[in-house]
């Protein structure tokens, strides 16, 4: 990350700017986390018309929770199944939408 800084500071328009880092990690078990997660899933309430519904299973599409579980799922798909595509070429990823660039005709068929 710093020589990434130093080359937009190097090169750009952050040449005076001040740059910096901020980072968060919690340590967690996989119990609490577990725990979360069934917490998460059983008290969400949908309401439909003028009723209220509580959800039972799943995880409320839209919510914070589905966007990092998708993008987790797929982040590991992605290193599982994608790994030598970028030898050649760029591989980008917005949760649940990829673009592939690449000169491989037949690199991209595959990844169709």
């Known amino acids: 990350m710093r020589q990434f800084v130093e080359h ?6 952050l040449k005076d700017a001040v740059v910096i880092e ?4 919690l340590n967690e078990t996989s119990t609490h986390l577990f725990d979360f997660f069934l917490r998460f899933v ?3 309430v949908v309401r439909i018309g003028g009723r209220c519904y509580v959800q039972c299973r799943g995880i409320p599409q839209g919510s914070v929770l589905s966007t990092l579980l998708c993008s987790l799922c797929y982040g590991d798909m992605e290193n599982k199944l994608f790994a030598g595509v970028q030898q050649d070429g760029v591989l980008l990823r917005l ?3 990829f673009l592939l660039v690449t000169p491989h005709l037949a690199q ?4 169709l």
């Open 42 to 44: 059983r008290s969400s």
């Open 95 to 97: 949760v649940d939408d």
């Open 8 to 13: 937009l500071q190097d090169r750009s328009a």
């Open 22 to 25: 901020q980072s968060c990690s």
């Open 108 to 111: 991209a068929r595959a990844f």
